[in-house]
């Protein structure tokens, strides 16, 4: 596609509820990475795919935090349990190897009542 | 080690001023230095970018000042417009891996 698709763009959970969040790269970038922005902060790294390396889960900031990757095309974040402190802005990022620039999805703003 | 220490957390500046954003890194591993703009409601777009081989970039309006041995590098916006309000981040990375960013600084060009 022409630029890294997010959906939902908006979602609203109640505190308990899993949630998923979809992540549609540019195609051909091999490269995927997830990043969680709470209000007014900076980018948080939660997760990088690159290829059919092993992920780079560095940065899930518990065990109800998941990602999975199918290939070098759609990945899915999904948070279990989903608790207040959860509620921030979910960003997917794509680009090639060896490249630097990433492109930013518009991302995810997930709120937790 | 991993950080990115970024300052201002906050700027207004004028139109037709000159913006200047600041960061830090401690890790002499990164190779790679990117600044990205972010409005509202909308993901960080991929402003200008160094790596250390040069002292400067320019783009435009935007050039990156980048210092090795001190092991900053900074953001100046020539000539600010009131569009140009918006996020800023600077990052950093080494040998290709994933970005490690600022915590961002709001630029506010007041008309």
């Known amino acids: 596609g022409a630029g890294v698709s997010q959906s939902p763009s908006n979602k609203v959970t109640e505190k308990g509820k899993d949630v998923e969040l979809r992540c549609d790269p540019i195609s051909g970038h091999t490269a995927l990475y997830w990043y969680r922005q709470r209000l007014g902060q900076g980018l948080e790294f939660l997760i990088y795919f690159q290829g059919n390396s092993a992920p780079d889960k560095s940065g899930l900031p518990s065990d109800r935090f998941s990602a999975e990757r199918t290939g070098e095309s759609v990945s899915t974040l999904t948070i279990q349990r989903t608790q207040q402190e959860d509620s921030a802005v979910y960003l997917c990022?794509?680009?090639?190897?060896?490249?630097?620039?990433?492109?930013f999805g518009s991302g995810t703003r997930l709120t937790v009542v | 080690q991993q950080q990115v220490k970024q300052s201002p957390q906050s700027l207004i500046v004028q139109k037709g001023g000159i913006s200047i954003i600041n960061c830090a890194y401690e890790?002499?591993?990164?190779?790679?230095f990117p600044w990205y703009q972010q409005f509202p409601g909308k993901g960080p777009a991929l402003l200008i970018a160094?790596?250390?081989?040069?002292s400067e970039k320019k783009e435009g309006r935007f050039t990156i000042s980048f210092n090795k041995s001190a092991k900053q590098f900074s953001l100046h916006i020539m000539d600010s417009q009131p569009g140009d309000s918006a996020t800023y981040f600077c990052a950093a990375s080494a040998s290709f891996q994933k970005l490690v960013f600022g915590t961002g600084t709001r630029l506010l060009v007041s008309p």
């Open positions: 990022a794509s680009s090639l190897p060896e490249l630097d620039g990433y492109t």
């Open positions: 890790n002499t591993a990164f190779d790679y």
């Open positions: 160094i790596r250390p081989d040069v």
